[in-house]
Structure formats: C-alpha cells, structure tokens
C-alpha cells in the first residue's frame, strides 16, 4: 500500500480505479520503421476517433443543441477527407510516424484553411486541428479526450477550466490534483459535482500507479493506492457513515428552509453549465443563484455565438422548470484565460482587465450574451448579475444597454422575457457605497470569494496565502453587514454566492444578518438546509 496527503476541497471518500491523465507529450514517436504496420495503426485511429466523435455528437445533441453537435459531425466528415488521408498515406510512405503525419498534415491543413476568403471554411481550420489532434491523442496513447471505461479516480498534474469543462462527468469519482487551490476549477468542478477531491497532493505521476485500485478520503485529504485489507475495511465503513449522514438528510427534501422562528432563506446552487442541472435537482437545489457563464466559453477556439449561449441558457430554463435562475456574465480574465480573447499580459490580473470591465468596453462580447439571457427569459424566471462592479456609473450603463438590448429583440420581433438586472458585490468599493447601487439593482448577490481577497489584499489563488485566507475577518463581516442592510433599506433582495454561504458556523450568522438566499454547491443544499431547519434565529 502506498498512501499520501493532499488538500481537501471536497469531503466524502471514493474507492475505484487510478486514471492517471498525462497530457500529451511534445516529442511525438518515430516511426517503428514499417510503414504497413504505421498505416494500419493510422487507419485504426481513425476508426477510434469515429467512435469518439459519433458518441461526442450524440451527447452534444442532448445537452447542448443540434448547432453545436454540427461542428462534431464536420470533424466526422473531414476524417474520410480523400485529401488529408491520401497526405497522411504519403507521408507515412516517407517515412513518417503515423503520429507525426497525422500531426503535420493537421497542422498544414489548417493553416490551409485559414488562409481562405470563405468565413464558413476560415472556420473550419479549428475543426481540422482539433480532428487531428484526437487522432494524435490516440496514437500517443494519451488520454487527454478524458477516455475512461469504467468510473474511477482522476489524477493529474493541474487541469485547466478547458480541460475541465471535457471532462466525462458520470465516470469521475473523485480528483487528485498535484496543483490548484481551493479555488481552482477543480475544487470549484468538485463541489458542483458533490465528489471528494484533494488538491495540492503529494503523489507522483507513474504510469505504473495507472489503472490501481485507490482510495480518497475527502475528508482527512488522505489517498491510498493499492491499500491494504484494514485500510480498505476502514475506509468502506466510513464511506458507509457518509452515505447514512447523506440518507439521513434526505427528511429535509423537498421542505422550506426556514428557521425555529420562521425566518424563511433561499437555498440556491451554483453551476458552471447546462449540464449541472442535474446535480442542482438531484440536490433539491430551490434554483440557481449563480450560473458562472464563463465556463461556456473556456476549453474552446473561439466565442460561442448568441445562437450558442441562447441554447445553453433555455436549456437550463427548461431543465429549472419554474425555479429562478441567476445568470452571471462573463467573468473572463485573472485566473480564467482564453486565448481567442487576445488579451495582452499583465503584472496584477486579478486587478485587472476582467470582468464587467471586458464586457463594457467589448459590445461584440457583451451584446450576445444580454441578446442570449433576454431570449432564454422566454421560456422562464431568468435574472442576470454582472461581475466586479465598482461604481454607479458602471451600473448606469450596463442598465441603459440591456434596455437598448430588449428594444432591438423587440423591434426584431424575437421572443424575449423580463430579466432582473442585480449586481455582484465582490469588491470593498462596492460593499462601501452599497445604498448608491441598491437604489439601481433589483438584488445583490455577495461573491465572498473575492471579497475576501480585495478585503484582506490575499491572492485567493496562492496556495502559500491559504493560512492567511480568511473569510471571517471581522473586515469581510462588517461588509457584508453593510451590504444587506444596504439592500434592505432599498427593498431589494441580498444573497451571498461565494463558498463562504456553505459555511455552517456562519448560517446563523447570515440568518441574523438577515440574508434572503444562500447559493452553494448543489450537495451542500440539504445539510444547510437542516442547519436553518434547527437554526433558533
Ligand atoms: C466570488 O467571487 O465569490 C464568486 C462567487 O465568483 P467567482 O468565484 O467565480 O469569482
Ligand atoms: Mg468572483
């Protein structure tokens, strides 16, 4: 047995297989010197990635929309391609890996793609890439399409939101990451989907540990790998307790969430996409109190289009059927990075171009998204919030586009529903002239995570500041004392998103306070549903 440590960012323990994810490597193999056996690999390949993008197409189609799953199907097509296979053949003829033909005449084919005039084939040079890419990936042996044949335990160096967001969800059982925060999209992708997850872990990336029976204790940020008999029965009996705490819960489905006294709270979920709906029902979740939109646009080649996010957005509507749903902007920029948005290097991103400032300077990035939120308001509650607000005037202007947005959906006579327009309060400027911005908003909703590090000046990405993070600063209360009172003495409505809401020392706190909704991970729902059941406040 080998065992080790790591940071939990989510409790719980999960037994299965070790799915050890090694990103490709950048020396591709050489040719094993006989062509007839690299083409039957070449043409082995295909085959694999057929069946790959077949069940890729069909999962798109589901859950996102048949627009989408068209870019899937184009790759299909381009895998029988006369052109590009007879180029691979030659090329293996010549010598090459079938590997590194697959990877060159990619590359080239591509290149010859962008260089045309025709915007449709300009943009089919992604998809060519990314045809070849798969087709790399399964010569390599890599797994970087997330292959997993049965459910296990996913180890990797770090993943990144793009590599997250491609992730077989239905087959993880939990996370170990060598890198990343407590705020990493891992840990972030971990709570939604309610497995235990360490971060920061010690452990080493062998193949050899591939395919071994593991275990993660969520809960003490233990793994074992290969563990033996007393270890193994000793974990089955603590994952036996979890799941009875977890049975024992379910009394307070479907309940209200109200306290001894009757003060009644929101109990909201936070997801990433239209896929995480699931998590937010199976939860008991009374809605979504923030969907963070950016995640639609990370692990990807260029912006999704209103058509894009409209469908992603209704998809979500019809999954809530009736329950409220809170759809956050685009919060781009710091820690999440996309390439396509071209934006330049900076010394501080977190104080940087991010946020609410890329959409109010970018209206080609700002008006499909508002065009998108407007249009899925039709088929239910739909209220949008905009991140990183640190005046009035930017208020003022966020307000006076969404009406010019809604006028120009009018006047084109497509569908549209009324959206509430609220604001997250993450920065102190914001919590400080928080009356000024409750006289414009319909709500508030707290993004504690990064109040905490504008507050208390703590990068909430550097894991040698974790001991110095602390979201129960006297500074962090009395703002958020502020903000609801703010709030209240303007008539609207304040909630808090950030994690800080799942805190259970604090939902007193925050009853008292007198907060309207608490938005968290969709399986924390039920416990803190419980906690304000027994709350006396
Ligand atoms: C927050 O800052 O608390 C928040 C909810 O937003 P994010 O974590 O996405 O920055
Ligand atoms: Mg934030």
């Known amino acids: 047995m080998r065992e080790g440590t790591g940071r939990p960012v989510f409790s719980g323990v999960a037994i299965g297989k070790a799915y050890v994810y090694f990103p490709r490597q950048s020396e591709l193999p050489a040719s094993c010197g006989d062509s007839e056996i690299e083409l039957k690999n070449f043409n082995a390949a295909r085959e694999t990635a057929r069946e790959q993008l077949q069940a890729l197409f069909e999962k798109t189609r589901r859950e996102i929309g048949e627009e989408q799953a068209m870019i899937l199907d184009v790759q299909i097509m381009m895998l029988d391609d006369l052109d590009f ?9 010549g010598g090459a890996s079938a590997a590194q033909a697959a990877h060159e005449t990619g590359d080239a084919f591509s290149a010859a793609f ?15 890439k990314d045809m ?3 087709l790399v990936d399964i010569l390599c042996g890599g797994r970087s399409g997330f292959q997993m044949e049965e459910p296990g335990i996913l180890i990797a160096e770090d993943l990144t939101p793009s590599e997250t967001v491609q992730l077989p969800k239905d087959k993880i059982l939990a996370f170990v990451t060598r890198q990343g925060s407590s705020n990493s999209h891992t840990a972030i992708l971990a709570r939604i989907m309610n497995i235990p997850s360490l971060v920061q872990a010690q452990i080493a ?8 029976m593991m275990i993660v204790d969520g809960f003490e940020g233990r793994y074992y790998i290969e563990p033996d008999e007393e270890t193994q029965a000793a974990m089955t ?7 009875e705490h977890k049975q024992a819960l379910e009394q307070y489905r479907g309940k209200e969430s109200v306290s001894k006294s009757g003060k009644k709270i929101l109990l909201c979920a936070n997801i990433g996409s239209a896929d995480d709906v699931r998590y937010v029902l199976e939860g008991d979740a009374e809605g979504v109190g923030l969907m963070r939109s950016e995640f639609l646009y990370l692990g990807r080649e260029d912006f999704p289009t209103e058509e894009e996010l409209f469908e992603a957005y209704r998809s979500v509507v019809e999954q809530l059927k009736g329950r409220p749903l809170v759809i956050r902007t685009l919060d781009i920029g710091a820690d999440k990075q996309c390439d396509y948005f071209g934006l330049e290097h900076e010394e501080n991103p977190a104080l940087g171009y991010r946020g609410i400032r890329i959409c109010l300077t970018r209206e080609d990035i700002f008006r499909p998204q508002m065009r998108a939120i407007y249009r899925a308001a039709a088929f239910g509650p739909v209220s949008a919030m905009f991140p990183m607000i640190i005046s009035v005037d930017e208020v003022r202007r966020i307000k006076e586009f969404c009406k010019s947005i809604r006028e120009g959906l009018v006047a084109e006579g497509i569908p549209c529903g009324k959206v509430d327009l609220g604001i997250m ?3 102190p400027a914001a919590a400080v002239i928080s009356r000024e911005l409750a006289k414009e908003v319909a709500f508030f909703s707290v993004g504690t995570n990064d109040l905490t590090q504008y507050t208390l000046a703590i990068d909430r990405q550097n894991a040698k500041l974790d001991a110095f993070y602390d979201p129960h600063h006297p500074a962090v209360m009395s703002l958020l004392k502020t903000i609801v009172e703010s709030a209240h003495a303007e008539g609207i409505w304040a909630g808090i998103c950030g994690e800080l809401g799942a805190d259970l020392t604090l939902t007193e706190t925050f009853l008292e306070m007198g907060f309207d909704e608490l938005s968290v991970s969709p399986g924390r729902i039920l416990e803190l549903r419980k906690k304000v059941c027994e709350s006396e406040v």
Do not use: C, F, H, N
């Open 237 to 243: 009996e603590k994952r036996k307790r979890a799941l």
């Open 425 to 427: 309060i993450e920065t």
């Open 85 to 93: 296979v007879e180029s691979v053949q030659e090329m293996i003829a």
């Open 114 to 128: 962008a260089a045309m005039d025709d915007e449709y084939m300009k943009a089919r040079a992604v998809d060519v």
């Open 132 to 134: 070849a890419r798969r």
């Open 205 to 212: 990336l062998s193949p050899e540990i591939d395919g071994k």
